[in-house]
Nanobody
Framework: QVQLVESGGGSVQAGGSLRLSCAASGFTYRRCVGWFRQAPRKEREAVATMRPLGSAAYRYDYADFVQGRFTISKDASKNIVYLQIDSLKPEDSATYYC?????????????????WGNGTLVTISS
């Protein structure tokens, strides 16, 4: 059974940093994985995706609003995917979800993802 469990959220002041983690069980991360977020009264939006290209290469895609502040990565030995967020802004406040795809499609689009965690809440104060 596939399970994704996020952690690392919290309340942080603007300008700070957070590292979110997503621990997987039931599969390995040799597949497309992504981070999404959803703010109150807004639709879920993609943040970043990471797709394996070969033995050790990956393709990384980021939403336009990221502007170099977010970094997706993984630790294969621990089966954990991370989202590093720097220079946090109040508008980054949201519940952040990690997701994994069953197929090969790996767009910045929630429709490509089949497995989801329950989310971790990030609150940024100004």
């Amino acid at each position: 059974q596939v399970q994704l469990v996020e952690s690392g959220g919290g309340s942080v002041q603007a300008g700070g940093s957070l590292r979110l983690s997503c621990a997987a069980s039931g599969f390995t991360y040799r597949r497309c994985v992504g981070w999404f977020r959803q703010a109150p009264r807004k639709e879920r939006e993609a943040v970043a995706t990471m797709r394996p290209l070969g033995s050790a290469a990956y393709r990384y895609d980021y939403a336009d609003f990221v502007q170099g502040r977010f970094t997706i990565s993984k630790d294969a030995s621990k089966n954990i995917v991370y989202l590093q967020i720097d220079s946090l802004k109040p508008e980054d406040s949201a519940t952040y979800y990690c997701a994994a795809a069953q197929g090969i499609a790996c767009r910045l689009d929630s429709a490509d993802f089949d497995y989801w965690g329950n989310g971790t809440l990030v609150t940024i104060s100004s």
